[in-house]
Structure formats: structure tokens, C-alpha cells
């Protein structure tokens, strides 16, 4: 550890309350919770785990912040102003935060940069935007039962969120959480993943820094089952939004189903991405390989189904098959690790479970299938063929970086095949013919299509799934409907 940067030390020892009502505080019951550095199972430090107490402390601050202001009263121009001053000050501080990403989830610290912080100030900048952009209507009644009407709809914040998020991409999903929820004037509180609550909690002083009011953000780590079912059950919360697994999600709206809380949830997926023989095959090789192996595989829109046309399929799968095991292994804060570990010993069981489970099924490893000589959580590189479509290598969501390759020679057998899935977060396709693209884009079933790509994410384009993938779309104008109520107001006018 001595070779971290010094402000890097500086919040690791720093890190450790809860942020409620502005002030940092720790945990009413003096829970805390350990983080590790997956690149060498060694424990980081240790931060505040907020119980049900700390729960309702912030949910409490969250409403009055929102009932009694001053945040309503802002105009939307300067909520604007506040979020691109945050956006800025991660800027100015994206070194902290690659590092800090790179340390808390293992992932190489060049893709932190490029991928993470980046595109974390990126969606700060363009939801900037959307404050002082959520106009209503005006509305033209359409059988008023007597005289003259003006009739329009005004938006409104929907309240107190509470936004719940995976350890995966964790400055990623609270700026995807947060960015829109102060955007449209509501009050949040937001739980990190117990794995990763490092850049939550400086993205916390950098919120106190810009100047948004007390309460408007409060950030607290803690357990799901006890810190997020609470905050999912409370009454004071007027919306949920919750990124992680189709598990959890489930749970969480039968708890918004109680309270008849708002919920948006962006859940679990299993992609099939489809190469036809026609594709560049210069392209759609390293292609489909950064589908599955970004982020070690623990990514939801993940292309973890790759089928491939019959004439291409063993040229194909020997490419990825080189793409993987030409990758370097190594930590996270390492500049020439191109895969990182799996964030900890109890997902790196599930992944390895799910491939050895496939193995006593009949199913071939090709290459991985094993942890390398390393002393965190490493796993290898994974390609899988010979399986059967009932198989849970096929079926299940294995969040690392194991690839399932299937050969298919009939496109209406393709698309069966590709939808018998009960997710439906992203889907894609590499090809030359445009009639093919199209088609696929028409036929899968899921929230996100890519031709010749994989996993752009941009600010722009809305996120979320068909199926089990979850409820709403987030990011682009989706933030309209996540985040605001519609009031419809009649004039009489005669
Ligand atoms: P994973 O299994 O990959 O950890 P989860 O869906 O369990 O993914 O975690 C995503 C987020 O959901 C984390 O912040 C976690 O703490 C939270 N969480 C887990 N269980 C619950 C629960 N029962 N209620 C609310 N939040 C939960
Ligand atoms: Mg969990």
C-alpha cells in the first residue's frame, strides 16, 4: 500500500462515516463494514456499515431537505450550475477516483480512467442539462362537458429517492442515480454496495464542496439486507431506483409494493451477441471479446452468449479464444493489467462454480476455466462450447469473464434460441449486410442493440431491459419519467 499516491492515503484514513444531513457522522450503533482490495484479498480499510437507525436519520433529512428547501426553491438554472460544478470538481479530481475504482473493484486503473471517470463527468455534464428542461404541455381538452378551458401538465420533482447500487462500476451508478434525481429537484439518499463504497463517500465531500444544501445527498454504505431492505421499505421514500441483481430486484418491489413507492430497476442479463459469417472478422473478434472480458465480465450488458455462424464458428472461437489469453492479468493500479479480479472471494465461488457445474454437465472449457498464479481474486479468461441451451451456463447471469460460444445455422432457430432467455438487457450483432443487422435489431427481445459494436454507453442513450432485466430506462430523456410526477392543471376560462 505504500505506493499509493498521498491523497489516496489521505482518504483511505479519512473514509469511515456516513453522510446525513451534510454532516459526516458515524454509525448511530458504531457498525462498520471492511473493504478489500480484490487484487490482493487484503483488507483496505474500514468504513461506517449504516443500520436501520442511520437509515432513518438520512431518510428523515432527505424529506425535510425536499419539504422545506431551500432546495425546491432553487431555480433549475442554478441546479445546473451546482451539477456542472460537481462534474468539474471530479475532473479535477479524476486521478483520485481512477485510482480509488481501481483499488476498491480490481479493475486496471486505464480503464477507470478512460471508462469510468469519464464517462461519470460525462453523464454529470449532459443531466446538467435536463434541469431546466422538464417542461409539461399545453392540452387541448379533448370532450370539455361545458365552457372554455386552458389546460396544461407541469412537472414536478417526484421526492426523496432512494437509489440503491451494485459494486460493479460504483462512481458510475451513483452519478447515473444521483445526476438525474437532482436534476429534476428531488432529495436522495444513496447506498454503495457494501463491496465498494470508496468513491461514494469522496464523491460525498465533492458534493459538500459544490455547495448543494444539507440533506439533498446522503450517502450511506451498509449491508443489503440490512441497510438496503431498510431504506427499500421505508415510508418516508417517495421512489426507488435500484441497479444489481434480479434477486434483490425482486425484492425490492415487493418492499415498493407495500409502500406503493415509485421503482425503477436495471437487473441482471445474459446477451447474446451473434457474429455472422459475413461479418469483419478483424472487428467482430476483439469485439465480442471486450463484450464478455471489459470489466472481468461483471457488467450487466455483458455479451455472454456469443452464437456464431456455422462457417465461421471454430475460426471465430479460436480468435477470442487467442483475444483471452492474450490478455494481461494483473491489479488494478498495475498500467499494464488489461483484466482485473473479480471483486471478491464469494463471487469469484459463483463464477467458478457456475464453469465447474458446466464441465460435469458435458460441457468443453477452450481456454480458462481455472484461477491463475495470482494472490487475489483472479479468474481466467473463460470460453465455453459444447453446451446445451438448458445448461445454467446458458441460462444464468455468471457476472465474470466466462463466454459461452454456440454455433447456429438458421437465423429464425438463431433468434428462438438468442430470446429463450428470461432477461433482456442487450443484444447485438457484428455483420456487413444490412438487411441482417436490421433484422436482429427487430427481433431480440432486449433494451439495447449493437451493430458492429458493444457496450456504448452514452448519455444520451437510455439503458435498461425486457423481461427480468428490470422496470424503466435511465439516462437520455428517460429522466423525465424516472424522476418527476406530471400534474395536469385545468383552467376555466369563460
Ligand atoms: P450482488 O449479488 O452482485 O452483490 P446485489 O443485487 O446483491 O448484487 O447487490 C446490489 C445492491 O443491492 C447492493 O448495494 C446491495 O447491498 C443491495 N442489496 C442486497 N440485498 C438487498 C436487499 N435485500 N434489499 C435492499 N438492497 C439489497
Ligand atoms: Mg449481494
Known amino acids: 500500500m505504500t505506493d499509493l499516491p498521498s491523497t489516496v492515503h489521505a482518504i483511505l484514513d479519512r473514509a469511515g462515516p456516513l453522510l446525513v444531513d451534510g454532516e459526516w457522522v458515524d454509525a448511530i450503533d458504531g457498525g462498520t463494514l471492511p473493504v478489500f482490495d480484490p487484487s490482493t484479498a487484503e483488507e483496505l480499510t474500514t468504513v461506517a456499515a449504516a443500520g436501520p437507525k442511520d437509515v432513518d436519520a438520512a431518510v428523515v433529512a432527505a424529506r425535510r431537505a425536499f419539504d422545506e428547501g431551500p432546495w425546491r426553491r432553487l431555480s433549475p438554472g442554478e441546479r445546473t450550475r451546482l451539477l456542472w460544478r460537481l462534474a468539474d470538481l471530479v475532473e479535477e479530481h479524476a486521478e483520485e477516483f481512477a485510482v480509488l475504482e481501481s483499488l476498491d473493484v480490481g479493475k486496471p486503473i486505464v480503464a477507470a480512467r478512460a ?37 396544461f401538465t407541469v412537472r414536478e420533482p417526484v421526492g426523496v429517492c432512494a437509489q440503491i447500487i451494485p459494486w460493479n462500476y460504483p462512481l458510475v451508478m451513483a452519478v447515473w442515480k444521483i445526476a438525474p434525481a437532482l436534476a429534476a429537484g428531488c432529495t436522495v439518499v444513496l447506498k454503495p454496495a457494501e463491496e465498494t463504497p470508496l468513491s461514494a463517500l469522496r464523491l460525498g465531500e465533492l458534493i459538500k464542496e459544490a455547495g448543494f444544501p444539507p440533506g439533498v445527498v446522503n450517502i450511506i454504505p451498509g449491508f443489503g439486507e440490512t441497510a438496503g431492505a431498510a431504506l427499500a421499505a421505508h415510508t418516508g421514500v417517495d421512489k426507488i431506483a435500484f441497479t444489481g441483481s434480479t434477486e434483490v430486484g425482486r425484492q425490492i418491489a415487493h418492499a415498493a409494493a407495500d409502500n406503493l413507492s415509485r421503482v425503477s430497476l436495471e437487473l441482471g442479463g445474459k446477451s447474446p451477441n451473434v457474429v455472422f459469417a459475413d461479418a469483419d472478422l478483424e472487428r467482430a473478434i476483439p469485439g465480442s471479446a471486450r463484450a464478455i472480458f471489459t470489466n472481468a465480465g461483471q457488467s450487466c450488458g455483458s455479451g455472454s452468449r456469443v452464437y456464431i455462424e456455422e462457417p465461421v464458428f471454430d475460426e471465430v472461437v ?54 491463475p498464479e495470482l494472490p487475489g481474486w483472479f479468474y481466467r479468461p473463460t470460453i465455453v462450447t459444447d453446451v446445451r441451451a438448458e445448461m445454467q451456463i446458458v441460462r444464468e447471469e455468471v457476472f465474470g469473464p466466462v463466454l459461452v460460444a454456440v454455433p447456429f445455422s438458421d437465423y429464425d432457430d438463431l433468434v428462438r434460441r438468442a430470446n429463450d432467455t428470461r432477461f433482456g438487457l442487450a443484444a447485438g450483432t457484428w455483420t456487413r449486410d444490412l438487411r441482417k443487422a436490421f433484422r436482429v435489431v427487430r427481433d431480440m427481445r432486449a433494451g439495447r442493440l449493437y451493430v458492429n459494436c458493444w457496450s456504448v454507453i452514452d448519455p444520451a442513450l437510455p439503458v435498461g431491459g425486457f423481461k427480468e432485466s428490470g422496470w424503466g430506462r435511465e439516462m437520455g430523456r428517460a429522466v423525465r419519467e424516472l424522476y418527476t410526477e406530471v400534474k395536469a392543471a385545468c383552467v376555466r376560462i369563460d
Open 115 to 151: 471508462g469510468d471517470v469519464r464517462g461519470a463527468v460525462a453523464v454529470l455534464r449532459y443531466t446538467a442539462g435536463w434541469a431546466d428542461k422538464l417542461e409539461g404541455e399545453t392540452l387541448p381538452l379533448a370532450a370539455p362537458p361545458d365552457g372554455e378551458y386552458h389546460a
Open 318 to 371: 479460436s480468435g477470442i479464444v487467442a483475444e483471452a489469453e492474450a490478455l494481461r492479468l494483473g491489479p488494478g493500479l498495475d498500467e499494464r493489467s488489461q483484466l482485473g479480479p473479480i471483486v471478491s472471494a464469494r463471487q469469484l465461488e459463483r463464477v467458478s462454480g457456475y464453469v465447474d457445474d458446466a464441465v460435469a454437465d458435458g460441457a468443453t472449457i477452450v481456454t480458462g476455466g481455472a484461477r
